[in-house]
Structures are given as structure tokens and as C-alpha cells.
């Protein structure tokens, strides 16, 4: 059974910077297509980041596009989501979720994922 356990949330001034790391144990990460996903109350959750097994391939969300930054070592079963000028509506639980058929166009939804985290929450204050 593949576990993901995420790290890095925490409290951060609007502007400021946190790396969030996804650390994968169980299964053969390096196979693993690995994406990013966000949910703050009240709404659904969504798509932030996703980076195929070799790390050759990415896609980011619009809002997040050249502030987010998605990174992995699979030497460490880890993949990482540099989050850089962070602002308010960046408030959420991150979660981290891994598919098993290593990379796709569907990365950006959430049925193509077949293991997830428990998540880390993100507050971003104005």
C-alpha cells in the first residue's frame, strides 16, 4: 500500500515563501506521475501542479504559474511544491496524490490519481 505523507505547511506573510514536501513509501515512486491539489473551505478541490514520473513534464495552474514551482528526487521518494509570493487566496490544505500510470493528459484531474495524502495546511496572511 503506497503512504504520502506531506510536510511543510505552516503560516506565512502574504509575498513570503514555503516548500511543501510529499514524502512516498509502499510503492515504486519513481513510476508514479505526481501531482499537487488545494481545497479551502467551502470549495472543491483543485488542481495546482502535477510533474510526470521523469520529471520531463509539467503543468501548472494559471494562478499559479511562475510563483508554484513542482520538483521531485526520486531518490528520495519525495516530490516538492516550491510556493514563492504567496498571496491570501493561496489559504488551503494541500494535498499530494500520485498515479500509478506515470504521467497523462488528464494530470489536472482528480479521478486520475489513485493514492493521496493527508494534507498540509497553507495560511497565507494579508
Known amino acids: 500500500q503506497v503512504q504520502l505523507v506531506e510536510s511543510g505547511g505552516g503560516l506565512v506573510q502574504a509575498g513570503g515563501s514555503l516548500r511543501l514536501s510529499c514524502e512516498a513509501s509502499?510503492?515504486?515512486?519513481?513510476?508514479?506521475?505526481m501531482g499537487w491539489f488545494r481545497q479551502s473551505p467551502g470549495k472543491e478541490r483543485e488542481f495546482v501542479a502535477a510533474i510526470s514520473w521523469s520529471g520531463g513534464n509539467k503543468y501548472y495552474r494559471n494562478s499559479v504559474k511562475g510563483r508554484f514551482t513542482i520538483s521531485r528526487d526520486n531518490a528520495k521518494n519525495t516530490v516538492y511544491l516550491q510556493m514563492n509570493s504567496l498571496k491570501p487566496e493561496d489559504t488551503a490544505v494541500y494535498y499530494c496524490a500520485a498515479d500509478r500510470g506515470g504521467w497523462s493528459s488528464s494530470m489536472k484531474t482528480i479521478n486520475e490519481y489513485d493514492y493521496w495524502g493527508q494534507g498540509t495546511q497553507v495560511t497565507v496572511s494579508s
Open positions: 509502499g510503492g515504486t515512486f519513481s513510476s508514479y506521475g
